[in-house]
């Protein structure tokens, strides 16, 4: 992998100027925030039944995943960057601990937690930086909205709840990736990891090239668990990439249903999960998260009637 530092950006000549620097712990995180809203609704939104295993004894479940095709308008607006740098040190992987991921050189014990320390690999931000004037792109292509109702929201907080209790239990570490359940909300998690599992199989089932098509997650108004996500074509006026999600959501949840599942790794990766340029820089994904709404899509119902809770641990211990 090569690292670049930009010496120098001018928007009128379309000039910038990148001098590579050799391997170092330093990086940038820029601040961009991404703007999606709808111009004109281009078909009536489509309400599609999410079939939730029901907990043994229980009602069905409601549910309804909401996809509405519209032109819309795509903006990303960046303010700044956080220059960071990566160490690997000693610290204290106690989540409950004020020294969790701190670095404690020479420390055999956390001093607070009295806790054994760990090595482990440690972010810090050095410098903010914010510009003058904030980095504008916009442009108008067709965009998908996915949205889930509450009951969706409720069902896929009690599973992250689970989830975290039966990784808690067994008194190991934190895996790797299953982090995230504590770090974000449980709706952006599962959205953002459907969108980005759905564009998967877009790459291979309609043959859309990645670069034609993105997704993001905006926050919406009302409850702290309210989100919704965006496919979007990354060209003014469009190329047909969001088009083909609506037209063959069907076909696109479970074929990426079976690639989530067909993949060898734990909690997802660069195979079935990471997507290049993600808006929302690859954080807030969990393979289980988007396969609970994949699963709750695809047709026909396949065999479902484990409870909730067996099924997470059976998925995380896998
Ligand atoms: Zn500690
Ligand atoms: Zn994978
Ligand atoms: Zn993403």
Redesign the pocket.
Known sequence: MLTYQCLSLDLTSKQAILKQVPESPLFTVAFTQSETGSLKVLTNPVALPLKFPRAEGGADLPAVLTLELSYGQVSHITSGYSLMTQLYEQTCLNRRCLNYKEPLPDERRCPLCIKPTRKALLIKTLSEESFEQPYRTQFSAPIVKVAIDSTAQDYLQTFAREARTSLSRSGQPIPPGYQQLWEYPSSLIAIHSFGHQILRSLQLFARVDPREVNFSVVKEPGGSNHYAGYFYDTSDGGNGASEAVFKHRAELSSTAAAI?RG???DA??????IQHGCPDGNTALL?QLGLVLLDALAEPLVEKNALPTAQTETEISS
Do not use: F, V
Request: net charge positive.
């Open positions: 989530a993949c060898d790794c997802g990766c660069a195979k079935c999960l393979k």
